[in-house]
């Protein structure tokens, strides 16, 4: 069992960053591939970024690519996600999630989630 509890969120103008950091419960956190997602209200919730077990590679969305970085520290059990020149269409509850076999980019493969983080971009 794994309990996943995002912080971060928050308030940004347009070309600003945030870090959003992701705590995990639970001596397994290390085997988990890890991902973010997001929801914008009426959307259904996309993928974002992950990582693998070991840090050693990283997926992101082509709409985030360059401008996120997701990363994560086993010792602190803790994944982060550093968001760099954000904009309006970055608005959006997001979400951690652990998946027990390996990255993926479909939420369903995600067996563990946290309960979310409001970001929202000003134009």
């Known amino acids: 069992q794994v309990q996943l509890v995002e912080s971060g969120g928050g308030l940004v103008q347009a070309g600003g960053s945030l870090r959003l950091s992701c705590a995990a419960s639970g001596r397994t956190f290390s085997s988990y591939a890890m991902g973010w997602f997001r929801q914008a209200p009426g959307k259904e919730r996309e993928f974002v970024a992950a990582?693998?077990?070991?840090?050693?590679?990283?997926y992101y969305a082509d709409s985030v690519k360059g401008r996120f970085t997701i990363s994560r520290d086993n010792a602190k059990n803790t994944v982060y996600l550093q968001m760099n020149s954000l904009k309006p269409e970055d608005t959006a509850v997001y979400y951690c999630a652990a998946n027990p076999t390996g990255w993926g980019s479909v939420p369903r493969m995600y067996n563990y989630w946290g309960q979310g983080t409001q970001v929202t971009v000003s134009s």
């Open positions: 990582i693998s077990w070991s840090a050693g590679n990283t």
